[in-house]
Protein backbone atom coordinates (compact mmCIF):
# COMPACT_ATOMS: atom_id res chain seq x y z
CA UNK A 1 0.00 0.00 0.00
CA UNK A 2 1.62 3.67 -1.16
CA UNK A 3 2.24 5.42 1.65
CA UNK A 4 0.15 8.43 0.51
CA UNK A 5 -2.77 6.48 0.42
CA UNK A 6 -5.29 8.03 3.36
CA UNK A 7 -6.95 5.76 5.95
CA UNK A 8 -10.20 5.44 6.92
CA UNK A 9 -11.49 7.57 9.31
CA UNK A 10 -13.80 5.85 12.70
CA UNK A 11 -17.11 6.69 12.27
CA UNK A 12 -18.34 9.24 14.39
CA UNK A 13 -20.80 7.13 16.56
CA UNK A 14 -19.18 6.31 19.79
CA UNK A 15 -21.64 8.32 21.67
CA UNK A 16 -24.25 6.32 20.10
CA UNK A 17 -22.85 2.95 20.61
CA UNK A 18 -21.85 3.72 23.84
CA UNK A 19 -25.49 4.37 24.71
CA UNK A 20 -26.39 1.08 22.89
CA UNK A 21 -23.77 -0.58 25.68
CA UNK A 22 -25.73 0.43 28.39
CA UNK A 23 -23.31 3.30 29.69
CA UNK A 24 -25.20 6.86 30.40
CA UNK A 25 -22.36 9.55 29.29
CA UNK A 26 -22.29 12.87 31.79
CA UNK A 27 -20.88 16.15 30.25
CA UNK A 28 -18.44 17.59 33.13
CA UNK A 29 -18.48 21.53 33.02
CA UNK A 30 -17.02 21.31 36.10
CA UNK A 31 -13.27 22.16 35.42
CA UNK A 32 -14.50 24.53 32.00
CA UNK A 33 -12.90 28.06 31.57
CA UNK A 34 -15.47 31.19 33.20
CA UNK A 35 -15.38 31.86 29.67
CA UNK A 36 -16.74 28.88 28.15
CA UNK A 37 -20.81 28.94 27.74
CA UNK A 38 -22.07 25.86 30.38
CA UNK A 39 -25.34 24.49 29.27
CA UNK A 40 -28.30 24.58 31.81
CA UNK A 41 -28.65 22.21 34.11
CA UNK A 42 -31.52 19.81 32.91
CA UNK A 43 -30.88 20.89 29.23
CA UNK A 44 -29.03 17.66 27.36
CA UNK A 45 -26.71 19.17 25.00
CA UNK A 46 -26.76 16.09 22.98
CA UNK A 47 -29.46 13.00 22.67
CA UNK A 48 -26.64 10.59 23.97
CA UNK A 49 -25.81 12.80 26.69
CA UNK A 50 -27.94 12.20 30.07
CA UNK A 51 -26.08 14.49 32.81
CA UNK A 52 -24.80 17.78 33.35
CA UNK A 53 -22.15 18.35 35.96
CA UNK A 54 -22.03 21.71 36.24
CA UNK A 55 -19.12 24.24 38.19
CA UNK A 56 -20.52 24.14 41.11
CA UNK A 57 -22.32 20.95 41.14
CA UNK A 58 -23.05 19.37 44.78
CA UNK A 59 -21.34 16.37 45.51
CA UNK A 60 -21.62 14.63 48.48
CA UNK A 61 -17.98 14.58 50.54
CA UNK A 62 -17.24 11.08 51.65
CA UNK A 63 -18.43 9.64 54.67
CA UNK A 64 -21.22 12.10 55.31
CA UNK A 65 -24.06 11.33 56.98
CA UNK A 66 -26.93 10.03 55.15
CA UNK A 67 -29.20 12.59 56.29
CA UNK A 68 -27.15 15.19 54.04
CA UNK A 69 -28.12 12.23 50.90
CA UNK A 70 -31.26 12.74 52.19
CA UNK A 71 -31.30 16.45 51.62
CA UNK A 72 -29.41 16.27 48.46
CA UNK A 73 -31.78 14.46 47.25
CA UNK A 74 -34.54 16.88 47.50
CA UNK A 75 -33.05 18.74 44.20
CA UNK A 76 -34.81 17.72 41.36
CA UNK A 77 -32.18 19.44 39.11
CA UNK A 78 -28.69 17.64 39.62
CA UNK A 79 -28.00 14.30 40.05
CA UNK A 80 -26.83 13.22 43.63
CA UNK A 81 -22.89 12.40 43.35
CA UNK A 82 -20.37 10.74 45.97
CA UNK A 83 -16.99 10.81 46.42
CA UNK A 84 -14.94 10.96 44.35
CA UNK A 85 -13.36 7.44 45.77
CA UNK A 86 -10.20 6.36 44.43
CA UNK A 87 -10.59 2.92 46.10
CA UNK A 88 -12.58 -0.07 46.21
CA UNK A 89 -12.49 0.46 50.73
CA UNK A 90 -13.55 4.31 49.48
CA UNK A 91 -16.28 3.02 47.52
CA UNK A 92 -17.52 0.58 49.68
CA UNK A 93 -17.62 3.45 52.55
CA UNK A 94 -20.10 5.49 50.11
CA UNK A 95 -21.78 3.03 49.04
CA UNK A 96 -22.55 2.06 52.57
CA UNK A 97 -23.23 5.32 53.03
CA UNK A 98 -25.63 5.60 50.29
CA UNK A 99 -27.94 2.60 51.18
CA UNK A 100 -28.60 3.46 54.32
CA UNK A 101 -29.86 7.32 52.71
CA UNK A 102 -32.10 5.33 50.67
CA UNK A 103 -33.80 3.29 53.49
CA UNK A 104 -33.81 6.16 55.40
CA UNK A 105 -35.40 8.43 52.66
CA UNK A 106 -38.31 5.07 52.53
CA UNK A 107 -38.78 4.92 56.49
CA UNK A 108 -39.35 8.68 56.39
CA UNK A 109 -41.53 8.58 52.84
CA UNK A 110 -39.08 11.20 51.30
CA UNK A 111 -39.37 11.37 47.66
CA UNK A 112 -36.80 9.26 45.20
CA UNK A 113 -34.57 11.25 43.85
CA UNK A 114 -35.57 12.18 40.13
CA UNK A 115 -31.89 11.28 38.88
CA UNK A 116 -29.98 8.09 39.92
CA UNK A 117 -27.67 8.51 41.95
CA UNK A 118 -23.97 7.84 41.55
CA UNK A 119 -20.40 7.02 43.41
CA UNK A 120 -17.69 9.17 41.51
CA UNK A 121 -14.00 7.02 41.10
CA UNK A 122 -11.49 9.68 39.13
CA UNK A 123 -8.84 7.25 37.54
CA UNK A 124 -6.71 10.16 36.33
CA UNK A 125 -6.59 10.72 40.07
CA UNK A 126 -5.51 7.00 41.17
CA UNK A 127 -3.06 6.64 38.50
CA UNK A 128 -1.38 10.16 39.57
CA UNK A 129 -0.98 9.26 42.90
CA UNK A 130 0.28 5.72 42.08
CA UNK A 131 2.44 6.71 39.46
CA UNK A 132 4.59 8.93 41.83
CA UNK A 133 4.84 6.41 44.51
CA UNK A 134 6.27 4.19 41.36
CA UNK A 135 9.03 6.95 40.11
CA UNK A 136 10.40 7.04 44.02
CA UNK A 137 11.07 3.46 43.43
CA UNK A 138 12.72 3.96 41.12
CA UNK A 139 13.32 0.59 39.29
CA UNK A 140 12.45 0.14 35.76
CA UNK A 141 10.19 -3.08 36.58
CA UNK A 142 8.22 -0.29 39.08
CA UNK A 143 7.87 2.40 36.14
CA UNK A 144 6.73 -0.68 34.10
CA UNK A 145 3.34 -0.21 35.98
CA UNK A 146 2.56 3.03 35.72
CA UNK A 147 -0.64 3.90 34.26
CA UNK A 148 -2.00 0.58 35.12
CA UNK A 149 -3.88 1.23 38.60
CA UNK A 150 -6.43 3.36 37.49
CA UNK A 151 -8.52 0.96 35.29
CA UNK A 152 -7.71 -1.98 37.53
CA UNK A 153 -9.72 -0.02 40.38
CA UNK A 154 -12.48 0.32 37.60
CA UNK A 155 -12.53 -3.35 37.04
CA UNK A 156 -12.50 -4.27 40.90
CA UNK A 157 -14.96 -1.29 41.63
CA UNK A 158 -17.20 -2.47 38.92
CA UNK A 159 -17.19 -6.17 40.18
CA UNK A 160 -17.98 -5.16 44.09
CA UNK A 161 -21.45 -3.07 42.38
CA UNK A 162 -22.70 -6.11 40.73
CA UNK A 163 -22.21 -8.35 43.66
CA UNK A 164 -23.85 -5.31 45.97
CA UNK A 165 -26.92 -5.51 43.77
CA UNK A 166 -27.76 -8.72 44.05
CA UNK A 167 -27.68 -8.30 47.95
CA UNK A 168 -31.19 -8.80 49.86
CA UNK A 169 -30.44 -5.23 50.83
CA UNK A 170 -30.34 -4.24 47.53
CA UNK A 171 -33.42 -6.10 46.03
CA UNK A 172 -35.82 -4.71 48.82
CA UNK A 173 -34.81 -1.05 47.67
CA UNK A 174 -35.06 -1.82 44.00
CA UNK A 175 -38.40 -3.54 44.23
CA UNK A 176 -39.47 -0.15 46.39
CA UNK A 177 -38.95 1.55 43.17
CA UNK A 178 -35.08 2.92 44.10
CA UNK A 179 -33.10 3.04 41.01
CA UNK A 180 -29.48 1.40 40.83
CA UNK A 181 -26.59 3.99 41.11
CA UNK A 182 -24.33 4.54 38.94
CA UNK A 183 -20.28 4.16 39.00
CA UNK A 184 -19.19 7.37 37.48
CA UNK A 185 -16.26 7.66 35.74
CA UNK A 186 -14.26 10.75 36.39
CA UNK A 187 -11.66 10.54 32.82
CA UNK A 188 -10.23 14.14 33.12
CA UNK A 189 -9.67 16.91 35.60
CA UNK A 190 -7.57 20.71 34.96
CA UNK A 191 -4.01 18.75 33.76
CA UNK A 192 -5.68 15.93 31.71
CA UNK A 193 -5.90 16.11 28.33
CA UNK A 194 -9.01 15.30 26.05
CA UNK A 195 -7.35 12.36 24.34
CA UNK A 196 -6.03 11.01 27.57
CA UNK A 197 -9.81 10.95 29.10
CA UNK A 198 -11.24 9.97 25.48
CA UNK A 199 -8.31 6.91 26.51
CA UNK A 200 -9.47 6.10 29.67
CA UNK A 201 -13.41 6.30 28.31
CA UNK A 202 -12.91 3.48 25.80
CA UNK A 203 -12.05 1.42 28.64
CA UNK A 204 -14.56 2.18 31.16
CA UNK A 205 -17.36 1.14 29.08
CA UNK A 206 -18.96 -0.87 31.61
CA UNK A 207 -23.30 -1.73 31.57
CA UNK A 208 -24.88 0.62 33.92
CA UNK A 209 -22.34 3.06 34.59
CA UNK A 210 -21.55 6.23 33.64
CA UNK A 211 -19.10 8.64 31.76
CA UNK A 212 -17.89 11.74 32.85
CA UNK A 213 -16.39 13.97 29.86
CA UNK A 214 -15.54 17.61 29.48
CA UNK A 215 -16.85 19.26 26.65
CA UNK A 216 -13.46 18.96 24.92
CA UNK A 217 -13.22 15.20 25.83
CA UNK A 218 -16.81 14.95 24.56
CA UNK A 219 -15.94 15.94 21.00
CA UNK A 220 -12.79 14.07 20.42
CA UNK A 221 -14.66 11.16 21.97
CA UNK A 222 -17.61 11.17 19.76
CA UNK A 223 -15.12 12.32 16.67
CA UNK A 224 -12.42 9.45 17.00
CA UNK A 225 -13.29 7.30 19.69
CA UNK A 226 -13.20 3.41 19.09
CA UNK A 227 -16.21 2.02 20.75
CA UNK A 228 -16.79 -1.73 19.57
CA UNK A 229 -19.22 -2.86 22.31
CA UNK A 230 -19.20 -3.33 26.11
CA UNK A 231 -15.75 -3.73 27.83
CA UNK A 232 -15.34 -7.11 29.62
CA UNK A 233 -15.20 -7.28 33.29
CA UNK A 234 -11.39 -8.71 34.17
CA UNK A 235 -11.39 -8.93 38.06
CA UNK A 236 -8.54 -11.52 38.01
CA UNK A 237 -6.62 -9.42 35.82
CA UNK A 238 -7.37 -6.15 37.93
CA UNK A 239 -6.15 -8.22 40.72
CA UNK A 240 -3.04 -9.51 39.68
CA UNK A 241 -2.29 -5.48 38.54
CA UNK A 242 -2.96 -4.33 42.24
CA UNK A 243 -0.67 -7.55 43.56
CA UNK A 244 1.90 -6.64 41.78
CA UNK A 245 1.88 -2.45 42.62
CA UNK A 246 1.60 -4.04 46.44
CA UNK A 247 4.89 -6.26 45.64
CA UNK A 248 6.36 -2.57 45.57
CA UNK A 249 4.83 -1.06 48.48
CA UNK A 250 2.27 0.88 47.30
CA UNK A 251 -1.41 -0.35 48.17
CA UNK A 252 -4.13 1.42 46.10
CA UNK A 253 -6.46 2.50 49.71
CA UNK A 254 -3.18 3.78 51.94
CA UNK A 255 -1.86 5.91 48.45
CA UNK A 256 -4.73 7.70 47.78
CA UNK A 257 -7.78 6.33 50.06
Known sequence: MSTLTQL?????????????????????????????????????????????LAPGAPAVRLGADPVEIVAAMADRRNAVTVGPVHSVTGYRRAMDTMLTALETAVAEGAARPAHPMAIEYSLPGVDAAVNARLDLVGSWEAKAMRGRAGLAG?????????????????????????RAPYLLWSTGGPSVPADRS????????????????????????????????????????????????AWFGVRLDATVG
Open 8 to 52: PTRPADALRKADEAGVAVWLDCRHSAPSEPVPQAGKRPDEYVHGL
Open 154 to 178: AHLMYAALQRDLATDRWARLLAGGA
Open 198 to 245: VDYAEKCLFPGTALALSPAALREFDERGLVTGPTALDAAEARRVVATI
